[in-house]
């Protein structure tokens, strides 16, 4: 039986998109143990760990489509439906990109040069922190709803968001580091392989981008 | 007159079915709120509605009585035939009824007082004649539909913005909910009992002087937020379930909060919608028992009894389906929001109930709840069905008398 009280209730965004954020981080966290594998020339571990990406982005995609076919344009929300959408978007971002740049590693069985090998796998790491960060921030939509986008809740957001631009920061200042280790020794590696090697830096360390751009999202809704 | 049994009997029947009716549907919606917040269970729910629907009936339940009893027709007209507006009475109940069950079965969003006073309406303008109607007060009732969920969304806008200045956007959130809930405790119960002694009591045969009154409401108000600030203080934050701003124990202290009103929600219901079904039936009853349309005869208390045990019975055998189903889909009503829409909902219902004006709760009930969202309260509000509830009345009046008017025919020609 329809009830006209329960239907005014369009199906919040807020649970859903906690849970995606979560889901685009478990997909990027995955990255350690695939790297670790991968600097040891471990491909099958590899491509266990791979497929476990895979899935979690097919899961975070899957979910993205859903909240977006609950977000119909006639619903009344405190912040405007296109800054939710936008939000939605990086979050998933984060999730792609670490399928993508696994599966540029796992395509060419691209080994990393060992002598940069622990300064990459501390990249990476950093990446992860980002994400980690990110979804610790999403996760007080929730709060940020509940107190109307307004007062001491938008500070201890703020406060997170803060601190997720400087995880991403740290991650550029690594990401330039990481270039010099590797121009370094470029010459002593196969060139098409060292291209490549550029490029998985460079594909990492889009997901603390995407995880910051998350932040800015998150951002333009406080100041709602 | 052999021919009054008859008449009364199938009245209480019809009553009975009516008010039946707005406990399967009605009631449901008043109720789910606080459930659907976890405040209360169905269980729970369901007795509080018992006894408040009940009060509300007894204690503030008269001027809408009296307003569908006999302030929509012009009784003096049919002085010479007081069996029409028997018949009239008797279609208006059934065709509200039959309404309500047909549209509640389809999923349309009705009202229970839209479906009566359309059909009293209805049989008055078409059965007798135009002039039969009281225009000037049906145009009164017809303007508070509009009014009444407008002034329930004000209420629950401002309630909820002073939530969020005074306790929600806070460092503290809990310390303040601690310090400010027992006042809106204090102002839920003092709005509440003040009307009702103002406006009930006399019907139960006490009467208070004006200082009196306000005395005593203020008394029992305190003493609700006294004991309602001794549960609080025994309540603790639970590490596990929160982050640092406590919301889900803020949330739990509201919780105290809405169990009080939705004592007052129900307490509002019973005094408006009661009405609904015992109106007629108390017309009926004044003319089959004196023969004299302008009698003023008092309510015989198993009249109230059909009244409040009707909707029992609806809200016990149908209305917990329709009050499990509402709350899970309106979970985003947590105890702070869903208190503010229930005390705009309750303190608009009972002013208009204390008037004597006939309104729908959940409409009511409605424009309180889009009061909250204009205050950024609610996650996700669907206009394209509030503009379809908006539409609802304009169906439900035609609806309800073309009903009324078939069975005001059928009752002439065949009853004696």
């Not at chain 1, 803060?162 to 196969?190: N, P």
């Not at chain 2, 009467?207 to 003493?223: E, K």
């Not at chain 2, 003319?287 to 809200?315: C, H, K």
Request: net charge neutral.
């Amino acid at each position: 039986m329809a009830n006209m009280l329960a239907n005014i209730f369009g199906s919040s965004p807020v649970k859903p998109l906690e849970k995606h954020i979560d889901i685009s981080y478990r997909c990027a966290r995955e990255l350690r143990g695939f790297f670790a594998a991968a600097v040891k020339g471990n491909w099958s571990k590899a491509r266990k760990v791979r497929a476990e990406i895979e899935r979690l982005e097919h899961e975070a995609d899957n979910l993205k489509k859903k909240i977006r076919l609950h977000l119909p344009k006639s619903l009344f929300m405190p912040v405007p439906r296109e800054d939710l959408l936008e939000l939605l978007l990086v979050q998933d971002k984060i999730a792609n990109r670490t399928k993508d740049v696994s599966g540029l590693v796992v395509g060419r069985e691209l080994q990393i040069p060992a002598e940069i090998s622990e300064q990459f796998l501390d990249f990476v790491d950093r990446n992860v922190d980002a994400a980690k960060q990110a979804r610790k921030s999403v996760r007080e939509l929730n709060e940020l709803f509940t107190a109307g986008f307004r007062g001491a809740e938008v500070v201890l957001v703020a406060g997170m968001i803060e601190k997720l631009d400087r995880i991403e920061t740290d991650t550029d200042e690594k990401q330039a580091a990481l270039r010099a280790s590797l121009f370094a020794i470029e010459k002593s590696l196969d060139p098409i392989d060292a291209i490549f090697v550029y490029q998985v830096i460079e594909l990492t360390g889009e997901i603390a981008d995407m995880a910051e751009r998350v932040g800015r999202r998150l951002e333009l809704l406080l100041s709602h | 007159m052999e021919a009054q049994y008859v008449y009364i009997s199938l009245a209480a029947v019809f009553g009975l079915f009516m008010a039946w009716g707005i406990g399967a549907n009605d009631v449901a919606n008043a109720m789910a709120t606080s459930v659907g917040s976890k405040a209360l269970t169905i269980k729970q729910a369901i007795i509080v509605a018992a006894i408040f629907e009940f009060l509300g009936a007894v204690l503030a339940g008269g001027e809408v009585t009296a307003t569908i009893r006999k302030g929509i027709v012009d009784a003096e007209l049919l002085s010479h035939e007081p069996r029409l507006l028997i018949y009239g009475m008797l279609a208006a109940l059934l065709a509200a009824g039959t309404w309500l069950l047909v549209a509640s079965r389809n999923g349309w969003p009705v009202s229970t007082t839209h479906s009566i006073v359309g059909a009293i309406v209805g049989f008055a303008a078409v059965g007798i004649g135009v002039d039969a109607v009281q225009w000037g007060a049906v145009g009164k009732i017809v303007m508070s539909w509009v009014i009444s969920p407008l002034t329930a969304g004000f209420i629950a806008y401002l309630i909820y913005l002073s939530v969020q200045r005074l306790i929600l956007h806070h460092e503290d959130p809990l310390a303040q909910a601690k310090r400010y809930v027992p006042m809106y405790m204090f102002f839920a119960a003092f709005t509440l009992t003040l009307v009702t002694i103002l406006k009930g009591l006399k019907h139960v045969g006490l009467d208070l002087t004006l200082q009196d009154s306000y005395f005593m409401a203020v008394a029992i108000a305190s003493g609700v937020a006294v004991v309602g600030a001794l549960i609080i203080r025994r309540i603790k934050p639970n590490p596990k379930a929160e982050k640092s701003q406590h919301f889900y124990t803020v949330e739990r202290v509201f919780g105290v909060l809405m169990i009080l009103t939705a004592c007052g929600m129900a307490f509002a219901h019973g005094s408006n919608d009661v009405a609904n079904a015992i109106g007629p039936l108390a017309a009926v009853i004044g003319i089959a028992t004196t023969g004299n349309v302008a009698a003023d005869s008092p309510l015989p208390i198993w009249v109230l009894v059909i009244g409040g045990g009707g909707i029992v019975i609806g809200l016990a055998t149908y209305g917990r389906r329709v009050i499990a189903t509402v709350g899970e889909k309106i979970t985003q009503l947590t105890p702070s929001r869903g208190f503010a829409a229930e005390l705009a909902a309750a303190t608009t219902i009972v002013i208009a109930s204390g008037t004597g004006i006939p309104i729908s709760t959940t409409h009511v009930l409605v424009g309180a709840v889009l009061g909250v969202g204009l205050a950024r309260g609610i996650e996700a509000i669907d206009l394209r069905v509030v503009a379809r509830i908006m539409v609802s009345w304009v169906i439900t009046i035609p609806a309800g008398a073309f009903l009324a008017i078939v069975f005001f025919y059928i009752f002439r020609a065949v009853l004696p």
